[in-house]
């Protein structure tokens, strides 16, 4: 006999997930209906493979200080972006949703300038997203699938950089959104400090170092 459970009797404890196989379209717009906009959790759907995963503490530090990196570095270097944190990228077309970690629109900046929706069957994805510690086999292939160019992962203190080749990432050691700069031993340097000293007087010690770098 099967069992029906309704996703408030689960619960995903910090810094693990759940995935739910087999689901189609239509029950997965169910689902993201139901679990609503005011949640801690995210969600990646792949070709009828769901993954909610609920992050841990740490990760939520972590991934607010790249966040605020990347906006330092590009407002040092007076590239205009629009951040659109964790929403809700999907299209039913390629069967394919995630709740990025965070996530920036550069070259298409303009174009969604003043959105706070995105539908992209209409709309670009964003050019960088960045996902902290969990980013797993099922969040890769969506972020192909929806056609992000360029993705941060950082995991075990350390962050990695992938461009989308094709229908797959590959690793590189530079970010051509900034490539005149050695973005993973600065994202170290200001990560480490922020555990020794605290956020807010690393980002700070962080930008005067790109001033005297640029």
Known sequence: MAVTLLLQ???VPPGQRLLIHNLGWSKFESVLEELGE???SRIAYYQGTLEIRMPAPEEEVDKELLGDVVKILLDELEIDCECF???TFKGESMESGIEPDQCFYIQNHARMR???RVDLNFDPPPELAIEVDVTSKTQLNVYAN???PELWRY???QLKIYLLQGKEYEEVFTSPTLPELAI???VAEVLAQSRDIGRSPALRNFRQRLKQIL
């Open 184 to 186: 993973q031993d600065l």
């Open 9 to 11: 009797q689960l619960i």
């Open 114 to 116: 003043g959105k706070r």
């Open 38 to 40: 005011n949640r801690s």
């Open 85 to 87: 944190g964790s929403t």
């Open 155 to 157: 995991e075990k203190n």
């Open 146 to 148: 929806l056609g992000v």
